[in-house]
């Protein structure tokens, strides 16, 4: 069973940064697509920032400017560095990893607790 653990969240106000962690208990990155999602109060759950098992960094149109995916594989850890942050980023920021064949979009694979981003001044 695959545990992944978030850090990094917090309170932040508008135009700062922060960088989320997600620490994986075993090494799944040879065989998992890691990704960081999103979830807003009344809004569907987003994909922020993924990549490929292979290293290839992905991210969907309305994301690429202000955030960053980054991994280390030795420390079993994929970060999110988030830039230029703004109030409409509040939400609750979840790790995810899956299998290459499901996709960035069906839900599957392994989810971690979350971690709350509020923007605010």
């Known amino acids: 069973q695959v545990q992944l653990v978030e850090s990094g969240g917090g309170l932040v106000q508008p135009g700062g940064s922060l960088r989320l962690s997600c620490a994986a208990s075993?090494?799944?990155?040879?065989?998992?697509?890691m990704g960081w999602y999103r979830q807003a109060p009344g809004k569907q759950r987003e994909l922020v920032a993924g990549?490929?098992?292979?290293?290839?960094?992905h991210y969907p149109d309305s994301m690429k400017g202000r955030f960053t995916i980054s991994r280390d594989i030795a420390k079993n850890t994929v970060y999110l560095q988030m830039n230029s942050l703004k109030p409409e980023d509040t939400a609750v920021y979840y790790c995810?990893?899956?299998?290459?064949?499901?996709?960035?979009?069906?839900?599957?694979?392994?989810w971690g607790q979350g971690t709350q981003v509020t923007v605010s001044s």
């Open positions: 995810n990893a899956h299998n290459p064949t499901r996709g960035w979009t069906s839900g599957a694979g392994y």
């Open positions: 075993t090494r799944i990155f040879s065989v998992n697509d």
């Open positions: 990549v490929t098992r292979d290293g290839t960094t």
